[in-house]
Nanobody, 115 residues
């Protein structure tokens, strides 16, 4: 099993910044990718950003140019730097790790962007 602990969510005004962190622990052997998803009230969970073990990244169109995903492989930690936040970024953000074809999820951290 892989455990994920997220931190860094909170309340911020539009235009502000937040940085999310997610530390993975447990039975870690070969992580394929680490990423962030989000789910707003009444909406489906959607991909925000992902980074592979090789360092390739992929972003949702809605966050390109504003969010940056990075990874510290030595610490098995993934970060999401969120700048120029908008009210539509309000959601619960979930950390995801893919290892040996199995998806692991964090408990979620609330991000609220006020106008």
């Amino acid at each position: 099993q892989v455990q994920l602990v997220e931190s860094g969510g909170g309340l911020v005004q539009a235009g502000g910044s937040l940085r999310l962190s997610c530390a993975a622990s447990g039975s870690i052997s070969s992580i394929n990718s680490m990423g962030w998803y989000r789910q707003a009230p009444g909406k489906q969970r959607e991909l925000v950003a992902v980074i592979t073990s090789g360092g390739s990244t992929n972003y949702a169109d809605s966050v390109k140019g504003r969010f940056t995903i990075s990874r510290d492989s030595a610490k098995n930690t993934v970060y999401l730097q969120m700048n120029s936040l908008k009210p539509e970024d309000t959601a619960v953000y979930y950390c995801n790790v893919l290892q040996w074809g199995v998806n692991y999820w964090g408990q979620g951290t609330q991000v609220t962007v006020s106008t």
